[in-house]
């Protein structure tokens, strides 16, 4: 029996709702395989926790977390507690902390999802976006000066160190190479007289090393016209932390919106636990109310048993959201639905019996 240890984050609003459907998806892939299991440790972090305790986290939460192969995580953010607090305080210091230095983040059509473009076939939109993670534009770098005062003067600094740079492209172009696809850099070399123009020049460093890999690279403006004129340009794409976070998020709209955005947020040297979430963020205006599209979530979780060796698995369950789209009976509204959290969950579940039955039968 192969047992791994998960550390689970359920987080803030619909964080919970979505989670408890990708973990029914793992227990049943665990069902599927028989040889399989997972041990879920829950930590109720987050802005409820930072309303009770003054933090976001307990003070020794990284070294609970090293104590597990990967964490899942619902979302952060609520109101009453600000953005940069729940980022930083919990998110970002566990991406830190962690060195998950490599930010996957698919922008593929599945079947069955709908597309924000016409005449786009399903294989025009087949991305991968690696988004530098760890330092960048979010390095935290800066300084505010005569805070209050006329002559108040507030410094953002970005940090693109030589390990930084260089191992976030290396990490792509041996993914190009794996996967027999194209890379893509997107920079602005040219408003970004240091920070991307020392970015271009790694990229051409390192390429000499590939000469297999075919590249290209955009000026970040163009390429955000590109992902939506032209999304076929695009197979693997490596960009820094902010580029890759609006990048992705445009994606994600041509794809069938936040609902099905997925992210993981991978150390590959494996030192540290990975971290997989949606990426759509807590969404309190529907909270409690069960009808959060889970399959961003799910998706998360495809990630995990990929990153965890599974991957047949992990296709298994992308195919299980296909199917369950392609049949379009059960769709939150956010899809033009009237289905239910649990409904999509039990759904996706059913699919997976379906495409792989096992002796026992399902029981939604």
């Not at 919970?16 to 665990?30: D, R, S, T, W």
């Not at 994600?252 to 759509?280: Q, T």
Request: net charge negative; glycine share 10%; charged share 20%.
């Amino acid at each position: 029996m192969n047992s791994h240890r998960i550390a689970v984050i359920p987080g803030d609003g619909i964080g919970p709702e979505v989670i408890a459907q990708g973990i029914k998806v793992l227990n049943h892939i665990a069902a599927l395989d028989g040889k399989l299991q997972f041990e879920f440790t829950y930590y109720p972090w987050g802005c409820e926790f930072y309303s009770k305790h003054g933090r976001m986290m307990d003070d020794d939460g990284l070294d609970q977390l090293s104590q597990h192969e990967a964490i899942y995580l619902g979302a952060v953010g609520y109101p009453g507690v600000p953005d940069h607090i729940s980022l930083w305080e919990l998110l970002l210091k566990i991406r830190k902390g962690f060195d998950q230095y490599v930010n996957l983040r698919p922008i593929t059509l599945l079947e069955g999802a709908p597309c924000s473009l016409k005449e786009v076939t399903r294989e025009g939109i087949d991305m991968l976006v690696i988004r530098e993670n760890s330092e960048g534009e979010y390095a935290g770098a800066g300084d505010w000066l005569f805070k209050g005062k006329p002559e108040e003067v507030v410094l953002q600094t970005g940090v693109f160190s030589r390990m930084g740079t260089e191992r976030i492209i290396r990490y792509s172009y041996e993914t190009a190479r794996r996967l027999g696809r194209s890379l893509t850099s997107i920079s602005k070399a040219n408003a970004l007289n240091y920070s991307m123009v020392f970015w271009d020049q790694v990229f051409e460093e390192v390429g000499r090393e590939y000469p297999d890999v075919p590249t290209s690279s955009y000026l970040v403006d163009a390429a955000s016209m590109f992902f939506v004129r032209e999304p076929e340009r695009f197979e693997v794409v490596v960009t820094s932390n902010l580029f890759g976070d609006i990048l992705t998020d445009l994606g994600a709209a041509l794809v069938g919106g936040l609902g099905l955005a997925a992210g993981a947020n991978i150390n590959p040297e494996r030192k540290y636990p990975s971290m997989f979430e949606p990426i759509h963020g807590s969404a309190p205006d529907i909270a409690g109310r069960g009808i959060a599209n889970p399959l961003a979530a799910v998706w998360s979780a495809s990630q995990l048993l990929d990153f965890l060796g599974y991957e047949h698995h992990g296709r298994s369950v992308l195919k299980a959201i296909e199917t369950v789209m392609t049949d379009g009976k059960v769709f939150t509204p956010d899809m033009g639905g009237r289905a239910s959290t649990e409904q999509v969950g039990n759904a996706v579940v059913e699919a997976l019996h379906a495409l792989q039955p096992i002796h026992s039968p399902w029981k939604g």
